[in-house]
């Protein structure tokens, strides 16, 4: 019921939005069509603002992918990994999930076609993938758009939400599922 | 920061395709980024027009200052100091709302929006303000009522109830949003304005 009552919300969302926004706007008086156009000039600049940005951070996020980096990490932790509750094969996920959205979403469909979309396994993966948005991307797009090169706390603070809707993810699948 | 992360990632890819004969593979993941950052930009142009340009109706028309006041007690504890008719209150709880819905078209222009709005505010143009990192951590925890691409993938895969994880997804993001807000809110007096 919930389900299909949120469903209807995302199927309707953009079309009532597009329609009730510029009403209300009609309603208060405002020339719609006019302010539309005044706001919408700034989108393509903002958009070219972004490349540099995000050209940086995804082509070093490529080139550590392209080498393999990833699966020696998983190799070398994989002893200190078999002590706690956090399975060796998820661990990548975990990894990546932070710097390539791409990425994180092949290597979960992956997992999820290994082990079985009902098995623990990929219900984790698939959990583990929804629980986070990609930190490195949001960095470079929203960052970029505005001209930010200090982020300050911004990296450290991401990455312990990170870490902990990890944790968390894992226990909650292998306590329900 | 950023600096030496993005050194690290393509100093540790160097050092490992010598260990690996992986150097071909590091060539490629450099030009297909490339490629793909370009575009990802290009994509954003036709929906951060359409969007920027409501937004700027609803702006003119009141709805974002509105929508900053109905929330204002959960606006004042996340983000002291932003006045709560500003229009960056306003986008950034549009932003929240895109994105649980799983609207993301919609929530990248609205977020975009809020950090030039915060952006006004902050007297250091290339440093990030306070209410910039706690918003992004927000945004990049990904609070989400429906994940419906990994759903979408489960459903390809064949499962019985691919919605299962519905709880298990918003339980553990939920964890993790607070977790990266409270952080930030700890750290953010040892990283200097």
Redesign the interface.
Known sequence: MIRSALEAVSLWAIPVLLVGIPLAGIIRGVKVYDVFIEGAKDGFQVAVRIIPFLVGILVAIGMFRGSGAMDLLTNALRPVLSRTIIPAEVFPLIVLRPLSGSGSLALATDLIKRFGPDSLMGRTAATLYGSSETLFYVLAVYFGAIGVKRTRHMIPSAIVGDVVAALVAVAVCAWLF | ??NY??FG??A???V??AF?G?AG??????I???K???E???G???I???W????????????IALLGRALRPVSRLLFPGIPSDHPAIGAMIMNVA??M???SN?A??F??KA??E??ELNPK????SNA??TF??L????I????????G???A?????????????I???L???????T??KI??R??P?
Do not use: Y
Request: proline share 3%; charged share 10%; net charge neutral.
């Open positions: 920061m950023l992360i993005w990632l393509m540790i890819a160097l490992v395709a690996n992986t593979a590091v060539t490629q993941g450099a297909d980024s490339a793909t950052a370009v990802i930009s290009l954003l142009i036709g951060m027009t359409l920027l340009g409501i937004m700027r109706v609803a702006e003119k028309a009141g709805l895109a994105n819905l799983g609207l919609a990248t222009p977020g975009i950090m030039e915060l952006q143009k290339d440093t990030a910039m990192v992004l951590t945004n990049t925890a990904g989400q009522l429906i994940p419906a691409t990994i759903i993938v489960l459903a895969a064949g499962a019985k109830s691919p919605t299962a994880i519905i709880s298990t997804t339980v553990s993001t964890c993790g949003a607070l977790a990266a807000v952080t930030a750290l953010q040892f990283f304005e």
